[in-house]
């Protein structure tokens, strides 16, 4: 090639400064990246016990419902094999619907009062 037509080639300067300006911003952009990253992986390693025990207490509540309505529905089971005519069967399904529904709203209401607490939990360790 000759020297007038590698000469064509060339990057103008000035392009060239905003290139190593534009890429010297973007490895700037990515070590602070890379900081904020390390630094929520400490933050979250120092929250890993709370956040495990508000886990564990979720989980076993999740637990101790689950056999509970296991339970209920055995329960009901069981009063259905012993009904003897249709209306008995009415009601004992009116019945356990009825308490199902609250004590699952119960559930329901309990379960978000420990994710809220664990959620402020969290936020009072930030």
Do not use: C, W
Request: charged share 25%; proline share 1%; aromatic share 6%.
């Amino acid at each position: 090639m000759s020297e007038s037509g590698r000469d064509r080639f060339d990057i103008p300067q000035d392009l060239r400064a905003m290139a190593e300006n534009s890429f010297n911003q973007a490895r700037q952009a990515f070590e602070s990246f890379l900081n904020a990253a390390h630094g929520a992986v400490d933050n979250l390693e120092g929250q890993g016990a709370s956040m495990r025990a508000n886990a564990k207490d979720i989980s076993a509540k999740a637990i101790g419902f689950a056999e509970q309505n296991v339970q209920n529905s055995l329960d009901y089971a069981q009063k259905l094999l012993d009904t003897k005519d249709i209306s008995e069967i009415m009601r004992l399904h009116a019945e356990y619907v009825q308490a199902q529904m609250r004590a699952l709203t119960d559930q329901a209401g309990e379960i978000g009062q420990a994710i809220s607490r664990a959620a402020l939990d969290q936020t009072r360790q930030k």
